[in-house]
């Protein structure tokens, strides 16, 4: 069972700043990637930033200066720094982890968190 918990949305400023993090859990072997993805309603999921087991980075345009990805001490947590924030950031945001899991090593495994809420407003 594997479990992706973010965290740390919430109301924010125009300007503003926040940190989500992600966090993995369950019968893990290794995690190769880790990707925030964000959505608002009546739109696709489009991918903000991601960052590999090798710590190479992705940014979207709309996140490249403002927001930065990193690992946390282990493998299985991500932070997304959010600064400067804008109106159209707000959206839910979405981690997704690739991973492979124990006795499982063969094949990639891809789960979703359930979202955490970002509501930029002043």
């Known amino acids: 069972q594997v479990q992706v918990v973010e965290s740390g949305g919430g109301l924010v400023q125009p300007g503003g700043s926040l940190r989500l993090s992600c966090t993995v859990s369950g019968n893990i072997f290794t995690i190769s990637s880790m990707e925030w993805y964000r959505q608002t309603p009546g739109k696709q999921r489009e991918l903000v930033v991601g960052?590999?087991?090798?710590?190479?980075?992705a940014y979207s345009d709309s996140a490249k200066g403002r927001f930065t990805i990193s690992r946390g001490n282990t493998e299985n947590t991500a932070y997304l720094q959010m600064n400067s924030l804008k109106p159209e950031d707000a959206a839910v945001y979405y981690c997704r982890a690739e991973m492979r899991l124990i006795g499982k090593e063969a094949y990639q495994y891809q789960y979703w968190g359930q979202g955490t809420q970002v509501t930029i407003s002043s």
């Open positions: 960052i590999t087991n090798g710590n190479s980075t």
